[in-house]
C-alpha cells in the first residue's frame, strides 16, 4: 500500500470516528435534556399544572417559618386569655376559619351575646403598614403605630334577651381604649329575629326601627344604659380583653391560612 493511500485511508478513518464521536455527544446531550425537561415537568406537575407553584410554595413556607418563629410560645395559651376564662363569666365561641368571635353568659334570667369580628384588625393593620412606609421621623412614629394597634376600635354587638319575655333588645356599640361607645339600642318584639342569621331574619330587621342615635339621648339616660351594662358585665375588663384577643385570633388564622394555602398548591 502507497503511502498516500494509507494516509488517505487513516484521514476516512479519523473523520468517521470523529463524525461518530460527534453524533454520540449529541445523542448524550439530548438524552440529559430530555430528562432534565422530563424531571422539571414531572416536579411541576406534583404542584398541580403550573410552573410557578414551587416558587410559590416555598415563598408561603418561608412566611409560616417566620410567623412561627415571631410568636413566642405559639401553641401555648396566653396569660391575658386563661385569666379572662378563670373569671367564668363569659364564654368564648371561637370557630376556627371564622372571622367572627362571640362572648356568651347569663345573667339572672337574660341570656347575652356579645359578637366582634377580627377583619377590623386587618384593616388597621394595612392602615398600619401605609403609615410605616410613608412616615420619615422613625422610632417615634413606630412606637406611636404600636400604640394605635394596641387601642383599634371594634365593633362589636350585643343581644339581650330573657327566658319569660318574647322580646330582645339589640345593642351596636365600638370597642375602643378600654371602653365601649354606644352608638345604638334596638328594641324587637321578636326575639328571635336578633340571633337568627336566615335571609327571612335579615329581611326582617333591614325594617325595624333602630333606635336613636346614642348621644343623642339625654345624658341622665345615657348614664343609666351604661350602668345597666356595667351590672351585667360590658365594662372596662372586657373592653381591654376583646382587642387583645381579636389580635391573637388574627394571627392565628392567619398561620392556618397560611398552612391551607400550601397545602392546596402542593397538592
Request: charged residues 30%; glycine residues 6%; hydrophobic residues 35%.
Amino acid at each position: 500500500m502507497s503511502a498516500i493511500r494509507a494516509l488517505r485511508q487513516l484521514s476516512t478513518v479519523s473523520c468517521r470516528v470523529a463524525a461518530s464521536r460527534s453524533a454520540s455527544l449529541a445523542a448524550r446531550s439530548r438524552l440529559v435534556s430530555s430528562v432534565q425537561v422530563r424531571a422539571f415537568s414531572a416536579s411541576a406537575r406534583s404542584f398541580g399544572q403550573g410552573t410557578a407553584d414551587v416558587a410559590l410554595s416555598n415563598s408561603l413556607s418561608e412566611e409560616l417559618k417566620y410567623e412561627k418563629e415571631s410568636v413566642a410560645d405559639s401553641d401555648k395559651e396566653p396569660d391575658f386569655l386563661r385569666e379572662f376564662k378563670a373569671q367564668g363569666k363569659w364564654q368564648i365561641e371561637d370557630i376556627p376559619y371564622n372571622d367572627e368571635v362571640t362572648l356568651s353568659r347569663k345573667f339572672g334570667n337574660e341570656n347575652m351575646r356579645l359578637t366582634f369580628s377580627i377583619v377590623d384588625v386587618r384593616g388597621e393593620h394595612d392602615e398600619g403598614l401605609d403609615n410605616e412606609s410613608a412616615s420619615e421621623e422613625g422610632e417615634e412614629d413606630a412606637a406611636q403605630e404600636e400604640e394605635v394597634l394596641t387601642t383599634y376600635p371594634i365593633r362589636a354587638s350585643l343581644s339581650i334577651t330573657k327566658s319569660n319575655s318574647p322580646a330582645a333588645l339589640a345593642i351596636d356599640m365600638m370597642c375602643q381604649e378600654g371602653q365601649f361607645v354606644l352608638e345604638n339600642i334596638a328594641y324587637y318584639q321578636d326575639g328571635n329575629l336578633v340571633n337568627h342569621s336566615t335571609a327571612e331574619a335579615d329581611w326582617k330587621r333591614r325594617g325595624i326601627y333602630m333606635g336613636p342615635q346614642f348621644d343623642t339621648l339625654d345624658v341622665s339616660l345615657q348614664d343609666e344604659f351604661d350602668k345597666f351594662l356595667q351590672e351585667r358585665g360590658v365594662n372596662e375588663s372586657l373592653a381591654l380583653f376583646i382587642p387583645e384577643f381579636a389580635e391573637f385570633k388574627e394571627q392565628a388564622e392567619y398561620v392556618k391560612w397560611l398552612e391551607g394555602v400550601k397545602g392546596f398548591v402542593d397538592a
